[in-house]
């Protein structure tokens, strides 16, 4: 469990956040500016709240009523800085190490070799920060706080400055950290992709406040609100679970109540249940089961809202035959001259080659919903 | 022509003692005052960053004599060091090495407080975050980082020691064999008659050292550079 509530004064800023997450990956989402960073350093000690409490795990990291103020380095919060921050006078080993040599005798537990081999870091060890590559050193960040034992680790921004081919190489790293060391993690990001992929909980931020908190499909596929937030793209999540692959035509096959997806790539274990984040400009509708079409996926369901935005786009909600609700951003023309309303039956058609690879996360069991 | 006379030798050996006490005595608080120069936030800094740098702006003769205000036998802390230590500075080599000191001191602090102030603060953040205590930090991040300005103005700190010759000769005189340095002679010399070849002996032993200190310090500089860029 992960509890926040802080308030804090800057010029020309003012943080007054509060949530409450259980434990898993929590992420913080929201535009530049709007408090997230702030919270990370909040989080590790690095900055102290005018007002407010944080209690991690039932630990109490801060709070000024109690006039309680865990130092820094007793803090034990794993801290992944955006662009690595690995000490430049040190080897890759002696980064490690660092944080390992403070850590409590009873939580050394990490074994040194289990990180190297997970972040696959193994050959890098005498090398110096300076001579890595962007990934190379985002991987050894993220090794170094994890061998100091942390009881959270927060991760701001870790994979901002990667290019897609990195990106895909760390994010199932993340994921197994979630999933088999039960370490809650704090993700601060605002690639929507990475938070749908991520996240039990998305605590969305704007100008400094909560403005949504929640599992990441009723938050992320909520349309947005004023215009701060207009700067999502609406996303939604559906969940299914992989039921063969074609190899041959790179693809996996998911079975959804609502249909079959088809999804770009060919990483995936059958059996497996995965969620994929598709953003609604990919989405379109059909009122009819549509023949000689390219589009392999065509989910059945009826239309849960329709809502106008300024422009010419729409926003039309489609609840799914068997649960999820997939968002299709279409034009007004489109709504008027197939004339969708609230509860009519639709096919969603979404193209394949449009899902983007990073979106496409794997899951716990306990975490692919009720279905 | 080089053959030094006794007194020449002499001169140049106090030089090198007085030079290499006075830099290395000053060294650890030359860090510590660089240091709260850089990271501290507190009334009167200003205060403290005036006095530190004041011997550079002063009239050294001024130094000088406030030294011997101040640490002469009668003065007020020289008279205690010689009660509570036995230490006596005036007209002693000691003494020479104190407004040495003084006198080189802002040009160490302003070397190693630049080599802080340019260290990104969020390499000892991260370094606290993974369990390093402040003192731990400063050991072990602030410290090494900054090691390049350290050099650098230890022996920027020396070049100057060295050549000081205003405060020193106020505050110590120009004893020969106790306080008489290398600019001390080199003025002697050229107030006697016949004294040129030792001042123009003298004066090449003075520029010989002081450009060795800065060639040192530059090598051992881009020495820690190279490290860092992962080529050493």
């Known amino acids: 469990m992960i509890e926040v509530s802080c308030r804090l004064v800057r010029p020309r800023f003012v943080l007054d956040a509060s949530f409450t997450a259980p434990n898993g990956c929590v992420a913080l989402f929201g535009p530049s500016g709007s408090g997230k960073s702030t919270i990370v350093r909040l989080l590790a000690g690095l900055e102290r709240p005018d007002r407010g409490r944080i209690v991690v795990d039932g630990r109490t990291l801060v709070d000024t009523e109690a006039r309680i103020d865990v130092p820094v380095h007793k803090r034990r919060v794993g801290l992944v800085f955006q662009d690595g921050q690995l000490l430049p006078h040190l080897s890759v080993r002696q980064n490690l190490d660092y944080g390992r040599s403070f850590a409590p005798r009873d939580a050394r537990g990490v074994p040194f070799d289990a990180v190297v081999d997970l972040l696959g870091i193994g050959h890098l060890l005498k090398a110096r920060p300076a001579t890595l590559s962007g990934g190379e050193r985002q991987r050894v960040s993220i090794g170094r706080a994890l061998l100091a034992a942390p009881r959270l680790l927060v991760m701001d921004e870790p994979l901002a400055s990667l290019d897609a081919a990195r990106k895909l190489e760390i994010l199932p790293f993340i994921e197994r950290l979630r999933d088999e060391w039960d370490l809650p993690i704090v993700y601060v990001s605002h690639a929507v992709e990475e938070v749908a992929r991520l996240a039990n909980t998305v605590v969305r931020l704007s100008e400094g406040r909560v403005v949504a908190e929640g599992p990441p499909n009723e938050v992320i596929g909520a349309p947005a609100g004023d215009a701060g937030e207009a700067a999502f793209p609406a996303l939604s999540l559906v969940s299914a679970k992989v039921v063969h692959e074609r190899p041959e035509f790179s693809v996996a096959i998911l079975e959804h109540p609502a249909g079959e997806i088809v999804l770009p790539g060919s990483a995936f ?40 935005g300024p422009g010419p786009s729409v926003h039309v909600t489609v609840e799914l035959s068997g649960g999820d609700r997939i968002v299709a951003s279409l034009t007004r023309l489109a709504v008027a001259d197939l004339d969708l309303k609230e509860g009519r039956e639709v096919f969603a058609l979404v193209k394949t080659v449009a899902i983007d690879e990073t979106a496409v996360a794997t899951l716990r069991r306990d975490q692919a919903g009720p279905r | 022509m080089w053959s030094f006379t006794p007194e020449e030798l002499v001169a140049i050996k106090l030089s090198l003692r007085v030079a290499s006490v006075a830099t290395l005595a000053s060294l650890p608080f030359g860090i510590l005052v660089a240091y709260v120069l850089s990271r501290g936030r507190f009334r009167g800094k200003m205060l403290l960053d005036g006095v530190v740098y004041l011997p550079l702006v002063l009239p050294p003769v001024v130094t000088g004599y406030v030294l011997l205000i101040l640490f002469g036998r009668r003065g007020p802390l020289g008279a205690f060091l010689e009660d509570a230590f036995g230490i006596v500075l005036s007209f002693r080599w000691t003494g020479a090495a104190l407004a040495a000191a003084v006198m080189s001191f802002p040009l160490m602090v302003r070397a190693i407080r630049l080599a802080m102030d340019t260290i990104d603060r969020r390499s000892e953040e991260a370094a606290a975050t993974l369990g390093a205590s402040p003192m731990w930090v400063f050991l072990t991040v602030t410290l090494p980082l900054a090691m390049p300005g350290i050099v650098a103005g230890a022996m920027l700190g020396f070049a100057k020691a060295l050549g000081e010759f205003g405060a020193t000769i106020t505050f110590v005189s120009n004893i020969p064999g106790e306080t008489q340095t290398i600019p001390a002679a080199i003025y002697s010399y050229t107030q006697t008659p016949g004294g040129d070849e030792g001042a123009f002996r003298l004066s090449v032993i003075a520029i010989v050292i002081a450009l060795g200190a800065l060639v040192a310090s530059e090598l051992l500089s881009r020495h820690t550079t190279r490290r860092r860029a992962g080529l050493g």
């Open chain 1, 269 to 308: 274990r059958v059996g497996e249940t995965v969620r994929v984040a598709i953003a609604a400009t990919n989405v379109a509708l059909a009122v009819e089961e549509p023949h000689g079409l390219s589009v392999r996926t065509r989910l059945r369901g009826r239309i849960w809202r329709v809502e106008a």
